[in-house]
């Protein structure tokens, strides 16, 4: 029996994840705290999770030509995303199949293979062995397809952004995604030809499980107390004309934001009602940044009646959207978290570039983009910093043992505040923890599941 035969299996009661009780240990309205402690726990997530459903991995920008290649993780699986010499985009275990070392430690590069640096095999991007040293030293056939790179069986992109899951029975990934991706779709469409690149990252490592950063995703009720700081520098900076979250502030619930969950874990928390909508709706919102002055001005000289209509373009795009287990859009920014063990996460933010379409003139769209980095840094640099500690202390708050439930009931039993809509999705009010209920629903559907895992390699 292969390993993967023995996950596949029907549950016993001795294979290690049938002895949780999944129902009690996540409930309608909390979750038990060892579903983040939990070693054992996390090491199911690994597989029925970061194996079982869809995970994010890359962005097609990052490897846009042939042979290029850049390296992720797929839960903790080390992996290779390689655009091979066909085009075609495969993601490869970074595992050599001689001994197990990583073939390759570089974050990104050019190659069409990968020479490990332990014995020497060497191994086409395909993953197809070519070829190792002294061959005369082996008794068996060097061409087994079993010497070849194991890869994830399953890697589709959608519109750019690339998924990839191990499991045989998962929907396709456009049904998977359902009504989430029409709003990804709207994030894109905002953008010249519908198009963005990805620049590099501001990386975080915190030290907490990876579900306290999708528990946070969508959440709209800690803004005015968490991030309180930020907002007061951007509204001193401001004055009257209050800037960035300023919406959070008095009664978050009366405002015409809102969230909604899509089904599958999916959700986006929607703060674009709460616009102006004209040419510079977006621009005025955004909170002050050095040097953003002196582009305004410039592109009135330059573009008239055009100019705000092309600074919304570097303005974040106000709302979050989800994909579970561990991709958000947010603003003008894609942000990934990488689970590294039950008590330790990276949450990484990669910036994003527009690109000509022929419609925006090239200096506006070179300045745009200069603008963009500017805009981009405010919420990594000054608000990331205050979520990222509140779930460290989280973390350190749960291990107190004896008090174990952790509640996630805000909005929960009040008729009529929470509306399914005629398509099956939930819509609430930004500050209610329905979106958490309901991505939880779907990761006990997932820990409950036996998942149709397997790899492939070439023959
Ligand atoms: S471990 Fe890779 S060649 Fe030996
Ligand atoms: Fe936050």
């Known amino acids: 029996m292969t390993a993967l035969d023995k996950i596949n299996a029907p549950p016993t009661r ?34 029925n999770i970061f194996g079982g459903t869809w995970t994010y991995l890359a962005h097609e920008s990052e490897i846009p030509n042939n042979n290029d290649f850049i390296t992720r993780r797929l839960g903790l699986r080390p992996l290779i995303v390689v655009r091979d010499g066909d085009g075609k985009i495969r993601a490869l275990y970074n595992r050599c199949t001689h001994r197990g070392t990583t073939l390759c430690r570089w974050d990104k590069g050019n ?27 082996y008794a068996e056939d060097m061409r087994d397809p079993k010497y070849n790179i194991a890869q994830v069986p399953r890697v589709e992109s959608y519109r750019g952004f690339i998924f990839v899951t191990l499991n045989m029975d998962a929907l396709p990934l456009v049904a998977h995604l359902g009504p989430i991706a029409k709003v990804i779709d709207e994030w894109l469409d905002r953008n010249p030809g519908g198009k963005v690149v990805v620049c590099e990252a501001n990386r975080f490592r915190y030290r907490g499980n990876w579900k306290l950063a999708y528990d946070n995703s969508c959440d709209g009720y800690h803004v005015a107390y968490s991030h309180r700081s930020l907002l007061e520098t951007e509204n001193r900076f401001a004055g009257e004309n209050a800037k960035g979250m300023a919406y959070y502030r008095n009664s978050p619930d009366t405002q015409a ?16 009602p709460n616009l102006e ?26 573009y008239g009646d055009r100019a705000f209509a092309l600074l919304d373009l570097a303005g974040s795009e106000p709302v979050n959207i989800n994909v579970f287990p561990n991709f958000s859009l947010l603003g ?30 090239a200096d506006a769209i070179t300045d745009i983009n200069a603008l963009r980095m500017r805009t981009q840094e405010g919420f990594p640099n000054f608000g990331e910093v205050d979520d990222i500690a509140n779930f460290e202390q989280i973390q350190r708050g749960l291990m107190a043992l004896e008090d174990e439930w952790v509640y996630m009931n805000r909005g929960f039993g009040i008729p009529g505040r929470i509306k399914t809509n005629d398509d099956g999705t939930i819509t609430a009010p930004a500050t209610d923890e329905a979106f958490m209920r309901e991505h939880f629903k779907e990761w006990k559907r997932l820990m409950k599941a036996r998942p149709n895992l397997a790899i492939q390699r070439e023959p």
């Open 332 to 361: 003008n920014h894609i942000q990934v978290f990488e689970p590294i063990g039950v008590e330790e996460t990276n949450a990484i933010w990669y910036g994003t570039m527009i690109v000509d379409d022929g419609h925006v003139p």
């Open 257 to 272: 934001m809102y969230m909604r969950y899509t089904g599958h874990g999916n959700h986006f928390k929607d703060k674009r």
């Open 111 to 137: 190659s069409k293979s990968f020479q490990c640096p332990y014995h020497g095999w060497n191994f086409l991007n395909t993953g197809k062995l070519r070829g190792v040293p002294w061959p005369d030293g």
């Open 277 to 302: 909508k004209r040419p510079g709706g977006l621009w005025a919102l955004e909170s002050a940044h050095p040097g953003m002055e002196h582009y305004e001005a410039e592109f009135i000289r330059r």
């Open 14 to 47: 001795l294979s290690g994840t049938a002895l949780y009780d999944w129902d009690y240990l996540v409930q309608e309205d909390r979750a038990h705290r060892l579903i983040y402690t939990d070693p054992a726990i996390f090491e199911a997530e690994m597989t």
